[in-house]
């Protein structure tokens, strides 16, 4: 834990705090009374960010689980005894409409979902996987040039989790096909424009167990909360279907009240009150 005294200010603090493309460090203090929002908004300013109830802090505790830092509580008391203080600047709620961000706002929305992209938070088909990175290639590189973009010239960059020779081929393909001398700015507004539309979009995905001891994974975003096997959405329920969620230990539980439409339209009817019970991992 870094810190130096001054008679006029007291105790000071420094840490690092990791941006999106993992490459940029910028060195903050604070002192013992200040609160998360304090890092938070010096780090919006630096980078020029206006949408800054979207963005947040996290870190990782002793016992190794990844946190978030709370906006309203003293920084110092949520990081206690961790050394070195390291946090990683990351979207911490995805907007509905990421272009009624500024500029700055959506490319630091772009850095994130190229991130997620890389870890597997979002789940898409093989020709979408293609067409994200593509897009990517194409804001990175720029345009196709046989000259310069020679053999399996993307296989070094990391752009999927799952990333075969096979997606490689096909990104590949989609990035000589593009249009030539294309605004940077619209490229990244084309890649959103797609993630946006993908149900994971926004998604952290969490491992957990159904009623039935079934293996299966949860996510929540500005839609609602979606459960999730083999990487395709098995159960979507809206806000407004959700009547009150808890959590007992482990368990995840979330009153329902929807509109059954399993059955045949005549048989059209509403439940009142059906569960979601989870366990987490």
């Given at each position: 834990?870094?810190m130096?005294?001054?008679?006029?200010?007291?105790?000071?603090?420094?840490?690092?705090?990791?941006?999106?493309?993992?490459?940029?460090?910028?060195?903050?203090?604070?002192?013992?009374?200040?609160?998360?929002?304090?890092?938070?908004?010096?780090?919006?300013?630096?980078?020029?960010?206006?949408?800054?109830?979207?963005?947040g802090?996290?870190?990782?505790?002793?016992?190794?689980?990844?946190?978030?830092?709370?906006?309203?509580?003293?920084?110092?008391?949520?990081?206690?005894?961790?050394?070195?203080?390291?946090?990683?600047?990351?979207?911490?709620?995805?907007?509905?409409?990421?272009?009624?961000?500024?500029n700055?706002?959506?490319?630091?929305?772009?850095?994130?979902?190229?991130r997620?992209?890389?870890?597997?938070?979002?789940?898409?088909?093989?020709g979408?996987?293609?067409?994200?990175?593509?897009?990517?290639?194409?804001?990175?590189?720029?345009?196709?040039?046989?000259?310069?973009h020679?053999?399996?010239?993307?296989?070094?960059?990391?752009?999927a989790?799952?990333?075969?020779?096979?997606?490689?081929?096909?990104?590949?393909?989609l990035?000589?096909?593009?249009?030539?001398?294309?605004?940077?700015?619209?490229?990244?507004n084309?890649?959103?424009?797609?993630?946006?539309?993908?149900?994971?979009?926004?998604?952290?995905?969490?491992?957990?167990?159904?009623?039935?001891?079934?293996?299966?994974?949860?996510?929540?975003n500005?839609?609602?909360i979606?459960?999730?096997?083999?990487?395709?959405?098995?159960?979507?329920?809206?806000?407004?279907e959700?009547?009150?969620?808890?959590?007992e230990?482990?368990?995840?539980?979330?009153?329902?009240?929807?509109?059954?439409?399993?059955?045949?339209?005549?048989?059209?009817?509403?439940?009142?009150?059906?569960?979601?019970?989870?366990?987490?991992y």
């Open positions: 834990m870094s130096f005294k001054s008679k006029n200010e007291g105790n000071i603090y420094k840490c690092t705090v990791r941006l999106l493309d993992d490459t940029e460090l910028i060195e903050c203090e604070f002192q013992p009374f200040h609160r998360g929002n304090y890092l938070v908004e010096y780090i919006c300013d630096q980078l020029n960010i206006k949408e800054r109830d979207y963005f802090l996290r870190y990782v505790d002793n016992s190794k689980q990844r946190q978030w830092l709370d906006l309203g509580k003293p920084i110092l008391k949520q990081i206690k005894d961790l050394d070195p203080m390291l946090f990683s600047f990351r979207v911490k709620f995805y907007p509905a409409d990421p272009f009624r961000l500024t700055q706002g959506r490319t630091m929305l772009y850095q994130q979902l190229k997620d992209l890389r870890h597997g938070r979002i789940y898409c088909s093989v979408e996987a293609a067409a994200l990175g593509s897009l990517i290639v194409q804001e990175e590189l720029g345009d196709y040039n046989e000259e310069i020679v053999e399996n010239y993307v296989a070094s960059m990391n752009l989790l799952r990333q075969t020779e096979s997606l490689e081929r096909k990104i590949i393909e990035h000589k096909k593009r249009e030539p001398r294309q605004n940077p700015s619209e490229v990244v084309e890649f959103l424009s797609i993630v946006s539309s993908l149900e994971t979009y926004g998604i952290d995905p969490h491992p957990v167990k159904d009623h039935r001891g079934s293996q299966l994974y949860i996510g929540i500005y839609t609602g979606s459960t999730f096997i083999c990487g395709k959405r098995s159960q979507h329920f809206r806000w407004n959700v009547q009150k969620i808890n959590f230990g482990k368990m995840f539980i979330a009153h329902l009240s929807y509109t059954d439409a399993s059955r045949e339209a005549k048989d059209f009817h509403l439940t009142t009150d059906p569960m979601l019970l989870l366990e987490l």
